[in-house]
């Protein structure tokens, strides 16, 4: 087919793979669209039926691949190809960091219209061992109270896909699992049915500190409490003392807590919760810092990585120790308390305000009286700021998905803030807000990818901008 030739619904196509989507979705070209092929990665080439189409893009059907990828390997997990969790399981770990680097080059050229990126990109920072990584999980569950379901959802849906096993957890998030699994049966617990609303125990979360052996569980419920609490925690406490991981410090239940969430949608845990064993948080260390994390706080789902994450914000940071830090979207102070070792005074700005108060018992636990955090949205606050002639030596920016606010950009430009540190967990909006701050002055001077992620599409970047001499 000719690169001009009208698509048809219902039409067989041999296509070349050669990108691949957010949501894990091989990417080919056709008649002038974009085609989005599920189950294929960059350099398959297969044989495919147009199953929608619309006048900017098409999504195939994979019917035969031809030829693979020389970069196509076996899934690690065995229930990857049910299994939404993970996207780029046949894909080789090399091809992902290129796959990602690219993805931010792109961005940065194609929306940011940077276009010194030869010199300011620097090669993605990868895991030597890219398995049990995540030290949060957030897991529906389903089923019935003999037929529960603890996993993942399925890719586009909220069919929960009960693996007995996930090699991006340690492995004692099987154990805490298998031990709800069988909490579920014996005390007859009736699992979330979401589309009638009936049903308890919504959610299972779990919490590690890698560093320290700490473990919470959570039980999101759809209700108020469960029956018999005293021998699930005690299994748990069971389960997890004996077990065994080279990789981690002895385990211990740290926290148990109870989420009411009686609310219909997509929201996960409420601002409702009720500790009913242990301390309400667990403790982290990161580069020599502890961190106290509660139970709806915001914290880097990869330790190891985020280590190497930090010190690319402290190198950007260059802090001689007189400067004054605004720290924005700083969650639980994690990036805050780093920079204020070396820095004058950092203030932390965060709309959760049970992550406000985590950062400040983070402060005083490191005993660094430097560092000050207020509660609020950082939109309305950075104004402020500005109008009261706060002008900071260096700005931090952490900002969700969505990227900064059109505010807070604009307050940047006001306050004439020579030297920014972004760190973005979309490369899309990193390139959009970067574009803005170039035309206002600014000038991206180094670009680090980094990957938090193994094994899914996203990528964390962390970039050095600096206001260019007037």
Same mark, same amino acid.
């Given at each position: 087919m000719t690169e001009n030739q009208a698509l048809t619904k219902g039409d067989p196509l041999d296509l070349e793979v050669t990108d691949i989507s957010h949501e894990g979705h091989g990417i080919g070209h056709a008649g002038g669209l974009t085609v989005f092929v599920p189950n294929t990665v960059p350099g398959d080439q297969v044989m495919v039926r147009i199953e929608v189409l619309k006048s900017r893009y098409a999504v195939a059907r994979l019917i035969k691949r031809h030829k693979p990828s020389p970069d196509r390997i076996e899934p690690g997990c065995i229930y990857a190809a049910d299994c939404g969790g993970c996207t780029l399981q046949t894909l080789a770990y090399g091809a992902q960091l290129n796959l990602k680097q690219r993805q931010v080059r792109e961005a940065l050229t194609r929306i940011g219209k940077i276009t010194n990126i030869d010199n300011?990109?620097?090669?993605?920072?990868?895991?030597?061992?890219?398995?049990?990584?995540?030290?949060?999980?957030?897991?529906?569950?389903?089923?019935?109270?003999?037929?529960?379901?603890?996993?993942?959802?399925?890719?586009?849906?909220?069919?929960?896909?009960?693996?007995?096993?996930?090699?991006?957890?340690?492995?004692?998030?099987?154990?805490?699992?298998?031990?709800?699994?069988?909490?579920?049966?014996?005390?007859?617990?009736?699992?979330?049915?979401?589309?009638?609303?009936?049903?308890?125990l919504r959610h299972l979360v779990i919490r590690l500190g890698f560093a320290t052996g700490n473990v919470m569980v959570g039980l999101v419920l759809n209700g108020t409490d469960i029956t018999s609490r005293d021998v699930l925690i005690q299994n748990l406490v069971d389960a997890i003392g004996a077990h065994e991981d080279p990789a981690l410090p002895p385990l211990h239940l740290t926290c148990c807590f109870l989420n009411r969430n009686t609310q219909k949608g997509n929201t996960i845990q409420t601002a409702d919760n009720e500790i009913v064993y242990g301390q309400g948080w667990i403790d982290e260390k990161i580069l020599n810092l502890t961190y106290r994390i509660s139970p709806q706080a915001f914290f880097q789902v990869n330790p190891r990585q985020t280590e190497k994450l930090f010190e690319q914000v402290i190198?950007?940071?260059?802090?001689?120790?007189?400067?004054?830090?605004?720290?924005?979207?700083?969650?639980?102070?994690?990036?805050?308390?780093?920079?204020?070792?070396?820095?004058?005074?950092?203030?932390?700005?965060?709309?959760?305000?049970?992550?406000?108060?985590? @950062? $400040? !018992?983070? *402060?005083? /636990?490191?005993?660094?009286?430097?560092?000050?955090?207020?509660?609020?949205?950082?939109?309305?606050?950075?104004?402020?700021?500005?109008?009261?002639?706060?002008?900071?030596?260096?700005?931090?920016?952490?900002?969700?998905?969505?990227?900064?606010?059109?505010?807070?950009?604009?307050?940047?430009?006001?306050?004439?803030?020579?030297?920014?540190?972004?760190?973005?967990?979309?490369?899309?909006?990193? @390139? $959009? !807000?970067? *574009?803005? /701050?170039?035309?206002?002055?600014?000038?991206?001077?180094?670009?680090?990818?980094?990957?938090?992620?193994?094994w899914t599409n996203h990528v964390e970047t962390v970039v050095l901008i600096t206001r260019a001499k007037e």
């Open positions: 300011t990109m620097r090669p993605i920072l990868g895991m030597a061992d890219p398995w049990h990584y995540r030290s949060k999980v957030q897991l529906p569950v389903s089923g019935t109270s003999q037929e529960p379901k603890i996993g993942f959802y399925a890719p586009n849906s909220h069919d929960v896909v009960d693996a007995r096993i996930c090699k991006v957890q340690p492995p004692v998030c099987d154990k805490i699992r298998s031990v709800v699994r069988d909490y579920i049966r014996t005390s007859h617990i009736e699992p979330y049915c979401e589309q009638d609303h009936t049903g308890l190198e950007m940071a260059n802090l001689q120790g007189n400067e004054n830090v605004l720290d924005l979207y700083c969650g639980t102070g994690s990036i805050s308390l780093q920079l204020a070792k070396k820095a004058r005074k950092v203030l932390g700005i965060e709309i959760v305000e049970a992550a406000i108060r985590d @950062a $400040r !018992d983070n *402060a005083r /636990l490191n005993d660094l009286s430097n560092a000050d955090f207020l509660a609020g949205q950082a939109e309305k606050l950075l104004p402020q700021l500005a109008e009261n002639g706060w002008n900071p030596d260096l700005i931090v920016l952490d900002p969700p998905r969505k990227g900064c606010e059109r505010a807070v950009i604009d307050s940047i430009v006001t306050m004439q803030t020579k030297r920014i540190v972004y760190v973005s967990c979309n490369p899309a909006t990193l @390139a $959009r !807000d970067a *574009a803005i /701050l170039q035309e206002a002055g600014y000038r991206i001077q180094a670009v680090q990818p980094v990957d938090l992620f193994p």
